[in-house]
């Protein structure tokens, strides 16, 4: 399925020209072939949703031919005192072919306000004194979303996510990513818990198609519960 003006309201390829965290980005469209989970068509990616065997929580996945990409999310504050929640999730595609494929970061919108990655650090030793005061850096030693094991801290993509990853053939590659949500007040609580409100999408390029998920806050996993 070819998505092209309209998929750029759900985070179809995109070039931004303003970087700014907390600044209202411009971008422009490309015509990309796309694959939106829950949008399936003759010829294009079949969505499902998994759970976890060992959580029971919710993954989304999207097949087309012979690759695999799934997705899962979740949120948590760093520190209670802060205002704001941080978002990660965790991406893993399976390369089923006989072909090296490419891997690079697409885009990520909150409530249609597109929202860079945040840099990644292991642990504080890995921290400069120019990042230590720097909100735009976290470390991952202290997010409970990847030290329980709920996602993947294999690899990661960055504020500066340029790079292009690779899987080779009949293997697979899982990779992650953080942003901090730029709405003020995210969270809605009920009889279900504490969960946000809105909408979260990222794309994630494999080859010439760019897969788009999804994610209702109210499905995100609560890691810092």
């Not at 990309?32 to 294009?44: E, Q």
């Not at 919710?58 to 520190?79: C, D, P, Q, T, Y």
């Not at 899987?167 to 590659?173: G, I, M, T, W």
């Not at 969270?187 to 909408?199: A, D, F, K, M, Y």
Request: aromatic share 8%; glycine share 8%.
């Amino acid at each position: 399925m070819r998505k092209t003006g309209v998929l750029t309201l759900i985070l179809s390829a995109f070039t931004v020209f303003v970087v700014g965290q907390d600044e209202t980005a411009t971008f422009r469209t490309e015509a990309k072939l796309a694959f939106v989970w829950g949008s399936d068509a003759p010829g294009g990616a079949i969505s499902s949703t998994i759970k976890d065997p060992l959580t029971g929580n919710a993954i989304l996945e999207m097949r087309h031919g012979a690759v695999e990409v799934n997705s899962r999310m979740g949120f948590e504050k760093l520190r209670i005192e802060e205002v704001g929640e941080l978002i990660a999730y965790t991406t893993t595609i399976v390369n089923n072919t006989h072909a090296k494929l490419s891997v690079a970061y697409g885009g990520t919108t909150v409530d249609g306000r597109i929202v860079l990655p945040l840099s990644i650090v292991s642990t504080r030793k890995d921290i400069t004194k120019k990042q230590r005061n720097n909100a735009n850096v976290v470390e991952i030693g202290k997010l409970y979303c990847f030290t329980s094991g709920y996602l993947s801290s294999e690899k990661f993509f960055h504020a500066n996510a340029t790079s292009e990853l690779t899987v080779d053939p009949q293997s697979s590659l899982t990779v992650s990513s953080v942003i901090r949500d730029p709405r003020n007040y995210p969270i809605r609580c009920s009889v279900e818990g504490c969960l946000p409100t809105g909408t979260v999408r990222y794309s994630i390029r494999v080859d010439s198609h760019d897969y788009i998920f999804s994610w209702p806050g109210r499905s995100l996993v609560n890691c810092g519960r």
